[in-house]
């Protein structure tokens, strides 16, 4: 599977955007782009996908570069509901566009918003 | 309400002993997931399910089995071959891109 590097940390005020990185240097052309992100004692929580276009939805943008071997993930006014543990990962759809792929997570991101 | 469900939510067993742990779902997905999470950790996946009597390891099956007899239920067994039991089990399914996760069970080891 392919991997994704993301900073440990960082840290957001209240109503403010939080752009969160993400490198996958090894990301094939089945790979798509996934965020989730998981609160304190729960279980992750699916927020975005993509891959090749940038993505909007209800919690977040997804903007992915050109070369696919980066993308960001837009909060476009944090708050502290927001703080949490966000993970970048790669899903393999595989040859015959499966849509069984399997969720390798990484450490993560942990945000902080400040009040 | 649609969602998965997972119980307990705290397990305590004593060392030697194996422990099942339940997942249902009532969201129709053909495919089902077993998560582990040690602290400060990601989640790493133990079993998957793409459907009915069919099952596959993941990366860190040795010392838990599982089964999948209905599309509703994936119980995941905690076998006395487990040397680390201890951890944050988390049960998920999907359809097609989005898997959705229980709430977890913690399972400690005395």
């Known amino acids: ?115 | 309400d649609g969602g998965i469900t997972q119980s307990p939510k705290y397990l305590f067993r004593k060392e030697g002993q194996n422990v099942t742990l339940s997942c249902e779902q009532n969201l129709n997905h053909d495919a089902m997931y077993w998560y582990r999470q040690d602290p400060g950790q990601g989640l790493r996946l133990i079993y998957y399910s793409q459907i009915v009597n069919d099952f596959q390891k993941g990366d860190i099956a040795e010392g838990y089995s599982v089964s999948r007899e209905k599309k509703e239920s994936f119980p995941l067994t905690v076998t006395s071959a487990q040397k680390n039991p201890t951890a944050f089990y988390l049960c998920a399914s999907s359809m097609r891109n989005e898997q959705f996760f229980g709430p977890g069970t913690r399972l400690t080891v005395l």
């Open chain 1, 1 to 115: 599977d392919a991997k994704t590097t993301q900073p440990n940390s960082m840290e957001s005020n209240e109503e403010e955007p939080v752009h969160l990185p993400c490198n996958h240097s090894t990301i094939s052309g089945t790979d798509y782009i996934h965020w989730y992100r998981q609160l304190p004692s729960q279980g992750p929580e699916y927020v975005i996908h993509g891959l090749t276009s940038n993505v909007n939805n209800r919690m977040a943008s997804l903007a992915i570069a050109e070369d696919r071997k980066s993308s960001t993930l837009i909060l476009h006014r944090a708050t502290l509901r927001d703080a949490a543990v966000y993970y970048c990962i790669l899903r393999d759809t595989g040859a015959g566009g499966t849509s069984y792929g399997k969720l390798t997570f990484g450490q993560g991101t942990i945000l902080t918003v400040h009040p």
